[in-house]
């Protein structure tokens, strides 16, 4: 069994920051990328951030710049750094983590339960 347990959403004016974080638990062999997510009311879920195990990072042209991805290899968590925060930022966030549950199994994604954010004009 995998757990992701996300934390650190909530509620901030524009201009404000915020830090997402996100643990994952369990039988885990090895983890390869992790990530971020958004799902605003009445849109499709979009990528927001990534990091792979080699620490290549991919971002959403809308968070660059203002955003950071990071992770703690030894504590299997990933972290979302939130700076210069918008209205337009406004959703909830879910973290993806991409893993192995033993050596010889294939590796697959797992959400968190989201976390919502939301930035006030």
């Known amino acids: 069994q995998v757990q992701l347990v996300e934390s650190g959403g909530g509620l901030v004016q524009a201009g404000g920051s915020l830090r997402l974080s996100c643990a994952a638990s369990?039988?885990?062999?090895?983890?390869?990328?992790m990530g971020w997510y958004r799902q605003a009311p009445g849109k499709q879920r979009d990528l927001v951030a990534t990091?792979?195990?080699?620490?290549?990072?991919n971002y959403a042209d809308s968070v660059k710049g203002r955003f950071t991805i990071s992770r703690d290899n030894a504590k299997n968590t990933v972290y979302l750094q939130m700076n210069s925060l918008k209205p337009e930022d406004t959703a909830v966030y879910y973290c993806?983590?991409?893993?192995?549950?033993?050596?010889?199994?294939?590796?697959?994604?797992?959400w968190g339960q989201g976390t919502q954010v939301t930035v006030s004009s």
């Open positions: 990091m792979s195990s080699g620490g290549s990072t």
């Open positions: 369990g039988s885990i062999f090895s983890i390869n990328a």
């Open positions: 993806n983590v991409d893993l192995k549950l033993r050596s010889w199994s294939r590796s697959r994604d797992y």
